[in-house]
């Protein structure tokens, strides 16, 4: 059916344009020939095609446009037949002889053209008739057609200020009421269209409608560029004029459409001289109007404005502009009871959007809208609308862009209620939005009571939000790309004040503490940088004026580490807490703190026997022991014993025999330290390494045995010979000359060491390297010549 409509309607416009063309040929050789008569006969015949009722607006349009192309000619005609001496007058009255109504108001406008530019009568009496001419045609379709082309040869025509019609008398007002007449007529009969045909066919007539509208719109433009439209005119006559058009036709198509050309089509100075008027007429729009978008351009409108005029800034307050746009909102919500949360949220988020823009020093105004918002949500509950959140969102974020500093947005009272109104997911977009922009702006966050309420903002990456379930439903990287920013957020809580420091850090871990086992790994290790960065900070005993009497001692906060870090063998991290327990042990060490230190150890040492079970990650762990236990100083004699003799035992523990040989020959880095007399054990450092070499020849029999994990054995000859070169070079009495010697023997005899290139030029880079130290002389270069290679 559709496509028979289209095929007949192309077949009449086919036909009509035949007629028109034939028409309009003769129509120009009664031109060529000067023949005045049958130049309005043929134009009569040509202009009758505008009288059909068949063919669509678009349709239409092309027919019109031709005829448009048509009368240009025909005025060209008409002023020259003037200039030959043809009455202008008698011309204007000639033309109205035509038979049919349509072609006769046409060849009448088209006169009244030549009839004003040749000035025999004041341009406001010949526009003032053609308009009331105008009102025979009452068809909705071609009357538009007709006062648009009344329109066009009218706007260069108009008596305005500096116009060449310009009268003596108050001419701009006749402009203006010539242009609002068009312009009521126009509207009423594209209103009009709506309410012909039948209901089925609604959604065509409103598309068509769709298409004409910039028909009447042009009236509006033609208005704002009328030079003697100047603030008081608009203000007392042509905007009230508009709006009782706009208000009355009752049609909401109409009234969103002309509302924005108003906004769009004025100066910005003008709508912000008569915002009480704009905003009054917006409750009065049909309640299906979308008014959210019509406040939402007008308010962008003068945020831009303000931004690029800063002088016109005084004129916001002085027109108390923030409050006429605030209780216009309130108004709209109040008239459209059913109105969807989304557009009641965008009009307060482009409202916050106005305020932080005009009035960026204005905490008080944008705290008010956005407790006006909660007002509006309150009694709804979480919001489930997608749309509506992302607005929320959009709102939430205005205050983070405009100042760059959450620190700011914490001043808001009605901030963190407005996010409670987010469901969880959201929640957590929100928050990552709030880290962020800490983050990008390095921001620091200083007082215990701030950071208290930055982590209710963002507690739904900190905590399940009573929701169990819900950690199921986050992909794992996002998880995890949450946590980490966290995490990172940690390290921007931070005040010099060591007091207020630790503070902070016990609300971190109040909060933390209750996030769940699947957070702890990432929060709680931050949280332990951040207080062993508090400890380094805190003065020595000594030069500490409060002595013991200090509220923060490092007493103090290794049990609060201690506490924290507890937490982790359940998650579970044994190896992250093993690691933690370690650093902090280090920590304990430079604070002198020995009692503290070594119960760090153990229970590095309980999680290591405990929950460290697998051979690799023992191996790596040992390696932690012994490097840390290593740098330990605090110790006393029986302390360090205990702790390195368990360290040992670890060591020959091991699964594989290179990893034991390995773990071994490093502990006995444990027993001789350079810079401390009291851990130089020369006997237990051979010892060590002694027993090294004996796990290096069983692991040499397992491989001759054909033994699996047991290749590579002169490797490890080869690696404690160089620890053998460490200790011999530090001057130990207990490793001599004969036991290097014999060893670099053992292992040129090993008949292994071709066929491993790894071990060859290991043994081989040793060798050179014993080589350079004998050529740098000196006592060092003597202990070296003593070595016959």
Request: net charge negative.
């Amino acid at each position: 059916m559709i496509a028979d409509g289209t095929e007949d309607e192309e077949k009449w416009l086919a036909a009509g344009s035949a007629a028109f063309k034939q028409n309009a040929f003769y129509m120009q050789r009664a031109i060529d020939s000067n023949n005045l008569k049958d130049a309005l006969k043929y134009s009569a015949q040509m202009l009758s095609e505008l009288r059909t009722s068949k063919l669509s607006p678009h349709k239409y349009y092309d027919l019109y446009m031709r005829a448009f192309d048509e009368l240009r000619k025909l005025e060209i005609f008409f002023m020259e037949e003037t200039r030959r001496g043809c009455s202008v007058i008698e011309l204007y009255e000639l033309v109205q002889h035509a038979g049919n109504i349509l072609p006769r108001l046409y060849l009448l406008c088209t006169a009244g053209s030549v009839y004003i530019k040749t000035k025999e009568a004041p341009a406001k009496e010949i526009l003032k008739d053609l308009v009331e001419m105008c009102r025979g045609i009452q068809h909705p379709l071609r009357g538009l057609f007709l006062r648009s082309y009344l329109a066009q040869i009218g706007r260069d025509k108009l008596p305005d200020v500096g116009s060449e019609y310009e009268g003596d008398a108050d001419t701009v007002t006749d402009a203006v009421e010539f242009v609002l007449l068009n312009f009521t007529e126009m509207n009423k009969l594209w209103v009009r269209m709506q309410h012909q045909g039948p209901a089925r066919d609604k959604e065509r007539r409103e598309k068509e409608r769709g298409e004409l509208r910039d028909l009447v719109g042009k009236n509006l433009h033609v208005l704002s560029q009328l030079e003697g439209v100047d603030l008081d005119m608009y203000r007392d006559t042509v905007l009230p004029r508009v709006l009782e058009q706009i208000v009355n036709c009752r049609d909401e198509i109409a009234q969103y459409y002309l509302i924005d050309c108003i906004i769009q089509v004025f100066p910005d100075e003008y709508h912000l001289q008569t915002l009480d008027v704009l905003l009054g007429a917006c409750p009065q729009l049909q309640p299906s109007v979308d008014i959210m978008t019509v406040l939402s351009r007008l308010m962008e409108r003068l945020s831009n404005y303000a931004a690029l005029n800063a002088e016109v800034l005084p004129y916001f307050l002085q027109v108390e502009a923030f409050s006429k746009l605030n209780n216009a909102i309130g108004k709209v919500i109040e008239a459209q009871e059913d109105m969807p949360i989304l557009s009641a949220v965008t009009l307060y988020s482009s409202l916050l959007k106005f305020t932080l823009h005009v009035h960026p020093d204005r905490l008080d105004y944008a705290d008010q809208v956005l407790g006006s918002c909660v007002k509006q949500l309150s009694g709804k509950g979480k919001i489930n609308d997608t749309r509506a959140t992302k607005e929320i969102v959009s709102l939430l974020s205005a205050p983070l862009e405009k100042y760059n500093d959450v620190v700011t947005a914490l001043k808001l009272t009605n901030y963190p209620l407005v996010v409670e109104y987010l469901d969880n997911e959201t929640k957590r977009i929100m928050a990552t939005v709030i880290i962020r922009s800490i983050m990008k702006n390095n921001t620091l966050i200083t007082t215990a009571e701030k950071v208290e309420a930055l982590l209710e903002l963002i507690k739904g990456l900190i905590n399940d939000l009573d929701e169990p379930e819900g950690l199921e439903a986050v992909d794992d990287d996002d998880f995890e790309e949450e946590q980490n920013s966290v995490a990172r957020l940690v390290h921007m809580l931070y005040n010099d004040d060591t007091e207020e420091m630790f503070k902070i850090i016990s609300i971190l871990k109040k909060h933390f503490l209750t996030g769940g086992p699947k957070r702890l790994k990432f929060t709680i290790p931050p949280l332990v940088v951040s207080t062993l960065k508090l400890i380094r900070r805190l003065p020595v005993e000594g030069d500490n004026p409060f002595g013991k009497e200090a509220s923060v001692t490092a007493t103090k906060i290794f049990q609060f580490l201690n506490q924290i870090i507890e937490a982790l063998p359940n998650v579970p991290s044994p190896d992250l807490a093993f690691r933690l327990y370690l650093q902090c042990a280090e920590a304990a060490n430079k604070c002198v703190e020995e009692p503290i230190a070594y119960e760090f150890f153990t229970q590095a040492y309980i999680l290591y026997e405990e929950e460290i079970s697998d051979s690799k990650a023992q191996v790596t762990a040992l390696q932690l022991i012994i490097g840390t236990l290593q740098r330990m100083h605090v110790f006393g004699v029986e302390n360090r014993d205990t702790l390195t003799h368990k360290a040992t035992g670890y060591s020959a523990k091991l699964l594989k025999k290179p990893d034991q040989c390995r773990a071994v020959y490093a502990c006995s880095h444990l027993f001789w330290l350079e810079d401390h007399e009291t851990i130089q054990d020369g006997e237990r450092v051979l010892l060590c390494l002694k027993r090294a070499l004996k796990i290096a020849n069983s692991a040499q029999q397992m491989a001759s045995n054909g033994q699996e994990g047991s290749a590579g054995s002169v490797t490890l000859f080869i690696e404690i010979l160089n620890k053998y070169l460490y200790f011999y070079e530090k001057g130990i009495p207990q490793i001599t000359v004969e036991s290097v010697e014999s060893l670099i023997q053992l292992i040129k005899n090993e008949e292994s060491m071709p066929s491993d290139p790894y071990a060859e030029s290991l043994f081989a880079s040793t060798l050179q390297f014993m080589e350079f130290q004998k050529q740098k002389g000196g006592a060092i270069g003597d202990r070296y010549e003593e070595i016959k290679v």
